[in-house]
């Protein structure tokens, strides 16, 4: 079963533009992950926001948490066609043990 | 640090057949998870060594197993093979014995076509 619902599935842009992608979950969590995967490769970590922060900064991107509302956001400043790719949420639920259930994903593409 | 090593890239194999994946953490890594991804199913957990240890399994039916030795390699093996099995295999290591609180580096895959 997928805890974390992705929106939208799907995200076309230009270059330069901001590319925000949301994320919901059902039950408690410790940590929520951001990862990125390129064309069915492995997928790259992003960024990790545990449950008691609402912000988190990585290079271009920006990470929010709200678990009164039991969701993520992820943006994405100033895309590059290089930011193409797939990213997914994924969950560390408090009661679920050492696994992380994963979102179905937004596809981002990035037109150049 | 060599990454995540996941063999082989790519199996074709016909129903009714089993087939045996394999896993190499990144050094010093005690931790690995397995993953089934599917267009259809997204991202399912399959399970989590640590130490040689299963600790969490997902909701496979028993066709499904895995072991992780020594040196932290891992295996997984699916038998008697059915077409909803094709699928991307993922694994992924992490340092600690709570993987799930850091992140995880993930292989390549296995792109496994059962026909």
């Known amino acids: 079963s997928q805890q974390g619902e992705e929106d939208p599935q799907a995200l076309s842009i230009q270059e330069g533009e901001n590319a925000t992608m949301n994320c919901s979950y059902k039950?408690?969590?410790?940590?929520l992950q951001w990862y990125r995967q390129n064309s069915g490769r492995g997928l790259v970590h992003l960024i990790l926001?545990?449950?008691?922060?609402r912000e988190k900064h990585s290079g271009r991107l920006r990470v929010t948490l709200d678990t009164s509302k039991k969701s993520s956001s992820l943006l994405i400043t100033a895309s590059r066609a290089a930011d193409t790719a797939s990213y997914f949420c994924?969950?560390?639920?408090?009661?679920?043990?050492?696994?992380?259930?994963f979102g179905g994903g937004t596809r981002v593409l990035v037109k150049p | 640090k060599a990454g995540v090593t996941q063999t082989p890239r790519y199996l074709i194999k016909t129903r009714g057949q089993q087939v045996t994946l394999s896993c190499s953490p990144i050094?010093?890594?005690?931790?690995v998870s397995w993953y089934q991804q599917t267009p259809g199913q997204g991202l399912q957990f399959l399970f989590e060594?640590?130490?040689?240890?299963?600790?969490n399994k997902g909701n496979f039916p028993g066709r499904f197993s895995g072991r992780q030795f020594s040196n932290s390699r891992s295996e997984m093996n699916v038998s008697t093979l059915e077409l909803g099995d094709s699928a991307l295999y993922l694994c992924?290591?992490?340092?600690?014995?709570?993987?799930?609180?850091?992140?995880?580096?993930f292989g390549s895959g296995t792109q496994l076509s059962v026909l």
């Open positions: 992924a290591s992490s340092r600690r014995d709570r993987p799930t609180n850091e992140k995880l580096f």
């Open positions: 039950t408690s969590i410790n940590n």
């Open positions: 926001i545990r449950s008691n922060e």
């Open positions: 994924a969950t560390d639920e408090k009661a679920a043990g050492n696994k992380l259930t």
């Open positions: 050094s010093g890594h005690r931790s």
């Open positions: 060594y640590f130490s040689e240890t299963q600790r």
